[in-house]
């Protein structure tokens, strides 16, 4: 759900489950991190190269295109398990109850649907790239420097695996919730009010001192 959010836990299957996926996201999201954080350095070389020395960094452009996978891909998972991704929730803010859990079924199980076909098709594009007959491995390459494409196309459908796997135990906790009319169902994100948000940052900051 768009703004924040927080899920649930319990001594459930599927709450175990979804803990075990978590350290994967935020692995995936770290990977991301480093990637926007890595280009950060990579432009503060090549302009320093450009302005004081007239050499700006070969291939950078280059670079950019390769990370872009990690920077744009890799974390989905993790905000979609905390309900952090942008969406449009207009109507679906306004619902409560089973209501509430059909909807967001139905709409985590059209994403999931989508998800299955973006990873099959990426992974083809990963397939026809990558061939270990030619040199590194690779059919293409960047058009600068040449750095080979399908580490950057192998991201996609590995991120889109981990995104499928999450929107299975979501639909799989909807869909619990539907059936036995939970109001807090474990595994799924639940929108939080202004007073429940500013009690658990409080709580987190006890926890620090």
């Known amino acids: 759900m768009a703004g924040s959010g927080a899920v649930l836990e319990d001594s459930s299957l599927l709450s175990r489950l979804d803990r075990m996926l978590l350290p994967i996201e935020k692995f995936c999201a770290l990977l991301s991190g480093l990637a926007i954080f890595s280009l950060m350095f990579l432009a503060v070389y090549s302009v320093t190269g450009r302005k004081f020395f007239a050499s700006p960094m070969a291939g950078y452009v280059d670079y950019i295109e390769a990370a872009m996978p990690l920077i744009a891909i890799m974390g989905v998972s993790y905000v979609q398990r905390d309900g952090t991704h942008i969406r449009m929730d207009m109507l679906v803010g306004a619902l409560r109850g089973r209501a509430l859990w059909f909807f967001e079924l139905v709409s985590v199980l059209l994403m999931l649907a989508l998800i299955i076909f973006l990873t099959w098709g990426a992974w083809a594009h990963f397939d026809r790239s ?46 619990r919730a539907l059936v036995l009319g939970l109001e807090n169902p474990v595994a799924v994100p639940l929108t939080l009010s202004a007073a429940e948000q500013a009690r658990i940052e409080a709580e987190s900051m006890e926890g620090a001192d």
């Open 130 to 175: 990558f061939d270990c007959a030619r040199p590194l491995c690779s059919r293409d390459s960047s058009i600068d420097i040449g750095i080979p494409i399908w580490p950057s196309k192998l991201v996609v459908p590995i991120a889109f695996s981990v995104l499928a796997l999450r929107l299975i135990l979501q639909a799989w906790g909807y869909a």
